[in-house]
T-cell receptor, first 115, second 115 residues
């Protein structure tokens, strides 16, 4: 079984400041890693994913995350945030390979960007 | 592409009644659909996994007779909450994936309030 720990439940930052949302996972098998974003009263949207290959993955809106196998981490970063980035961010993991697509989610981090 | 819809977005029902929530994949065939429950300010908890034409696989602790899941076609899954009680009030989110893809596409969620 897998588990995900998001160390910060809330992260307040000022607009244009850099941000890092931390995610650590635990698994006895290889995993795929995901970051999802949830705006109020909406479903989840995929922000980025790591399946294989380059350990640094990037989204179209400036977020990036790096898979660190030795530290079992997949932290999410953005060098300069906008007001519109205010949302709940969930880190998730699934078992790599096979036909089981089940996701295990962390508890989420509420990113609040203040003017 | 990869749009998932849910209907209704909000529903209020009286204790003891049943309510059905629909989840549709609009532009792809969903071989697997998932149903999640999300409590306020908490993460998503997987309730069950359903494959088209098969019985759903429920997570431990989820009552299969209370949460009836039907996945009759490659584009539609339904969740029926039977004999609903106030403690069933929650945000229910579905997701869908197509064969061979490890990415889940999420619906916008359904807010259920049982009075």
């Amino acid at each position: 079984a897998q588990s995900v720990t998001q160390l910060d439940s809330q992260v307040p930052v000022f607009e244009e400041a850099p941000v890092e949302l931390r995610c650590n996972y635990s698994s006895s098998v290889s995993v795929y890693l995901f970051w999802y974003v949830q705006y109020p009263n909406q479903g989840l949207q995929l922000l980025l994913k790591y399946l294989s290959g380059s350990t640094l993955v990037k989204s179209i809106n400036g977020f990036e995350a790096e898979f660190n196998k030795s530290q079992t981490s997949f932290h999410l970063r953005k060098p300069s945030v906008h007001i519109s980035d205010t949302a709940e961010y969930f880190c998730a993991v699934s078992r790599a390979g096979g036909s089981n697509y089940k996701l295990t989610f962390g508890k989420g981090t509420l990113l609040t960007v203040n003017p | 592409g990869a749009v998932v819809s849910q209907h209704p977005s909000r529903v209020i029902c009286k204790s003891g009644t049943s309510v059905k929530i629909e989840c549709r994949s609009l532009d792809f065939q969903a071989t697997t659909m998932f149903w999640y429950r999300q409590f306020p300010k908490q993460s998503l908890m997987l309730m069950a996994t359903s494959n088209e034409g098969s019985k759903a696989t429920y997570e431990q602790g989820v009552e299969k007779d209370k949460f009836l899941i039907n996945h009759a076609s490659l584009t539609l899954s339904t969740l029926t909450v039977t004999s609903a009680h106030p403690e069933d009030s929650s945000f229910y989110i579905c997701s869908a994936t197509s064969g061979g893809a490890y990415e889940q596409y999420f619906g916008p969620g359904t807010r259920l309030t049982v009075t």
